[in-house]
């Protein structure tokens, strides 16, 4: 995707204009990181010129002051890795984690406006991108497994449909954090003798570098933010490979309920029985056990995900759509 995947294509030869260089800003925030990509278009397609990347940016898990500080970070660091001064382009479309909403996207959008980033700006939830970026013509569903965990659906007539990204308070099942909670937990459990004595214990222990479960609570209430925590799922993903059955009902769990997410959200355009699949977030992308655990239960359900694309870079599907938004030049 961009100037070396499927969505966009680098010719080398310059780039179209109409007057003036098409420029734009391609954004994916979520809570581990932002990215930001500076394009422009050519005459068969696109080349990204820098790819900036910061913090969070998603304001419902590190405030609002950081996530924008995080925008204009990663912003600036695209324009620099293209060796141009920082100006406003033609569009840039933003896909945000927790922009979901009309007074998040607002917030959002009266930022770029005082940073002065764009001629043309839109604000979206983060997973719209991957269907830009991951499938044909933009349609199909899209499940995002990575700090937290969503599923979002488009059909060919633009209509929506969302489950899951309720937050790790209310929902967020089968994400990175609910994974790694459930793992501490069982490990909380197993040390008091509430549950069997699980592998996973003495993994989640040298992964964090202590000695007894008990060095556990200062861990986590004293220090364990989201992102952090979120990063042992893979520790908990690897004992269920290996055969730890606390680990691998665990495991089990998560991709049934990531399962459930995408279900209802086809369910709810009429998607029918076989749909594409673009899937984003590391535990999906980097982790094919996970992967095909998912997509296991998904087929459990009756249902086909075909085809199936790993999105790596969800910014190439904001670069697509803010291109979008400017003329076709002729």
């Known amino acids: 995707m961009g100037a070396n995947g499927k969505n966009g294509k680098h010719h080398g030869n310059g780039y179209t204009k109409t007057g003036a260089e098409q420029l734009v800003l391609g954004i994916d925030g979520g809570g581990t990181s932002t990215i930001v990509l500076l394009a ?26 950081s996530a924008l500080a995080a925008l204009d970070e990663a912003t600036t660091r695209a324009f620099t890795a293209a060796g141009r001064s920082r100006q406003p382009v033609r569009a840039a479309c933003l896909g945000l984690a927790g922009a979901g909403r009309p007074g998040d996207q607002e917030i959002v959008r009266e930022w770029a406006a005082r ?34 965990s969503m599923a979002f659906a488009r059909c060919a007539d633009g209509r929506t449909a ?4 309720w937050g790790p308070l209310l929902g967020d099942e089968g994400s990175g954090y609910a994974i790694a909670l459930a793992g501490l937990r069982a490990a909380a459990r197993s040390a008091d003798g509430r549950a069997p004595v699980t592998p996973l214990t003495d993994r989640l222990l040298a992964a964090l570098g202590l000695k007894r479960p008990q060095e556990l609570v200062g861990v986590v209430y004293r220090g364990g933010d989201r992102a952090s925590l979120a990063a042992l799922a893979p520790v908990v993903l690897e004992a269920a490979e290996s055969g730890d059955p ?12 990531l399962a459930a997410a995408a279900a209802a959200a086809a369910r709810a355009l009429d998607l029918g029985a076989s749909f594409p699949v673009a899937l984003a977030g590391g535990l999906l ?11 296991a239960a998904l087929s459990e359900r009756g249902l086909t995900a075909a085809p199936v694309t790993l999105v790596r870079e969800p910014a190439e599907g904001a670069v697509r759509l803010a291109l979008d938004r400017i003329s076709v030049p002729s």
């Not at 910061?54 to 304001?59: D, I, K, L, Q, T």
């Not at 991108?129 to 499938?135: C, E, M, R, S, V």
């Open 40 to 65: 422009a278009r050519t005459a068969d397609g696109w080349k990204a010129l820098g790819r900036g990347e910061a913090g969070p940016s998603n304001r419902h898990a590190v405030g609002t002051s």
């Open 115 to 148: 940073a002065k980033l764009a001629e043309a700006v839109d604000v979206i939830e983060d997973a719209a991108l991957l269907l830009a970026a991951g499938t044909p013509n933009g349609a199909g569903v899209a499940i995002v497994a990575g700090t937290g």
């Open 162 to 165: 969302r489950s899951g990204g």
């Open 246 to 257: 606390v680990a691998d009902s665990i495991v089990r769990e998560a991709a049934s309920e």
């Open 285 to 295: 992308v980097s982790g094919p056990g996970y992967r095909e655990r998912f997509l």
